[in-house]
């Protein structure tokens, strides 16, 4: 499977505790996406990386979370201290960007943390 | 904030007929795409039409783009009861400086009655 592939699907954690998920995006894509998305929402946008770089931080992004993506291939998302608002689904997604044009975002099934 | 904002957030049809959401923005575009998310799954692309372009079709797709009104709409025809899922607009915009990033609506819940 080339697709985008998120690990773990499900998280359950007990207030307070640190959570660290991992994204992997397709191969040759070089943009990487972080989004939250609670019941009824939309994709709300978190963070995107260029390659290694990190390009922007969305203000929902605390400091409690941060994203990393060495050497511009997997990408993992950690929450410390997680408080029950917390709880909902991260979605990871990936896409290839050239200055002549771009791609679609592809997205993986999504990690949904459930904050008890 | 959201970025793009879907017209209606709800729609119900029968089997067979066409359905048309529609999706405003605020800011200029590199591109906007269409998704579908069905209930507590993953985003599918659906199609992508950058700014140049005016329509684009795909299978029974059919999304058009008007940067002068920032909007665009996608038209389902001949639905099908498969067919029932959230759709998002998300358009690829700048985002300060010169980056540009993807951000979606809240969606228009479409329900396909066999």
């Known amino acids: 499977d080339t697709g985008v592939s998120q690990d773990p699907r499900h998280k359950i954690t007990k207030r307070g505790q640190n959570v660290t998920f991992r994204c992997d995006p397709i191969?040759?894509?070089?943009?990487l996406y972080w989004y939250r998305q609670t019941l009824g929402q939309g994709p709300e946008f978190l963070t995107y990386?260029?390659?290694?770089?990190?390009?922007?931080k969305s203000r929902l992004l605390s400091d409690r979370f941060s994203a990393e993506r060495p050497k511009g291939s997997f990408s993992t998302l950690e929450i410390q201290r997680t408080e029950q608002g917390d709880s909902a689904m991260y979605l990871c997604?990936?896409?290839?960007?050239?200055?002549?044009?771009?791609?679609?975002?592809?997205f993986g099934q999504g990690t949904r943390l459930t904050v008890v | 904030s959201q970025q793009g904002e879907e017209d209606p957030q709800a729609l119900s049809i029968q089997e067979g007929e066409n359905a048309t959401m529609n999706c405003s923005y605020k800011?200029?575009?590199?591109?906007l795409q269409w998704y579908r998310q069905n209930s507590g799954r993953g985003l599918v692309h659906l199609i992508l039409?950058?700014?140049?372009?005016r329509e684009k079709h795909s299978g029974r797709l059919r999304v058009t783009l008007d940067t002068s009104k920032k909007s665009s709409s996608l038209l389902i025809t001949a639905s099908r009861a498969a067919d029932t899922a959230s759709y998002f607009c998300?358009?690829?915009?700048?985002?300060?400086?010169?980056?540009?990033?993807?951000?979606f609506g809240k969606g228009t819940l479409l329900t396909v009655n066999p």
């Open positions: 997604a990936s896409s290839l960007h050239r200055l002549t044009h771009d791609t679609e975002a592809f």
């Open positions: 191969s040759e894509h070089n943009r």
């Open positions: 990386f260029q390659n290694e770089a990190q390009l922007e």
């Open positions: 800011t200029s575009i590199n591109n």
């Open positions: 039409i950058r700014s140049n372009e």
């Open positions: 998300a358009t690829d915009a700048v985002s300060g400086g010169s980056n540009y990033k993807l951000t």
